[in-house]
């Protein structure tokens, strides 16, 4: 039986469906060869190399993960180099564009809202440690939709805020019917309505919402381009 020539043997593999990479290492030949010999064959990949370009394509996607949350690490060591200790200072500007973005303006109540825990924290130190605010001030409120879980969504923001849940307000449930189920789903614990009371002291009124107030305008002023 006459034996097969190279050649020969290149266009056998090719019929068969096998990759010029895998051509290359059982034969030996170069790609540019290759190129030339099998220009003209069809070519069908066979499940051997589909296996292996899905296990190539599956650690190339691992391997740009990795790079990907590596570079986040980086970024985020770096961005806390750049921040450094937080100020008094700091802290203060950083609450007055709290409240810009989530405080109660238009009537004279000193209130905070938001779904975000980290954000309520900072709220609460904001208030704390720059407005003088007691814990005792603090009768929060949570809006909730008729999926979530009352007892867990109080206990949970009780948690997060170390207010007692005695000095919570009732709680509000929202069943307007053209509210999106998706966006239900994303607050399983609801909205939390951070409010502070004076009690009858002065500084802690309509005096400090207004000096809130001036403190927005004053930031605003100086943030206009010319």
Not at 49 to 54: N, S, T
Not at 156 to 167: E, L, S
Not at 187 to 194: A, E, K, R, S, V
């Amino acid at each position: 039986m006459k034996s097969l020539t190279l050649r020969e043997k290149t266009i056998n593999l090719r019929k068969r469906g096998y990759s010029y990479g895998m051509i290359t290492k059982e034969l030996g030949i170069a790609k540019g060869t290759l190129s030339n010999w099998l220009q003209k064959i069809s070519y069908t990949p066979n499940k051997e190399v589909l296996r292996r370009v899905g296990e190539a394509r599956m650690k190339m996607a691992e391997t740009k993960r990795k790079q990907m949350l590596d570079n986040i690490q980086i970024m985020k060591q770096l961005a806390r180099k750049e921040i450094g200790k937080i100020s008094n200072r700091d802290l203060f500007l950083l609450g007055v564009g709290l409240y810009l973005g989530d405080g109660e303006k238009t009537y004279e109540n000193i209130r905070i809202t938001n779904s975000d825990p980290k954000i309520i924290k900072i709220a609460m130190r904001w208030f704390q440690e720059i407005c003088g605010f007691k814990m005792k001030n603090f009768i929060p409120s949570v809006h909730l939709y008729p999926d979530n879980d009352i007892e867990e969504s109080l206990n949970y923001w009780a948690r997060i805020t170390g207010i007692p849940k005695k000095q919570f307000n009732k709680t509000q449930i929202d069943r307007r019917s053209n509210k999106s189920e998706r966006k239900k789903r994303k607050l399983p614990h609801g909205t939390f309505h951070l409010k502070t009371k004076s009690f009858g002291e002065k500084e802690f009124g309509k005096s400090l919402h207004r000096r809130i107030m001036g403190w927005i305008e004053a930031v605003e002023d100086q943030s206009e381009c010319e």
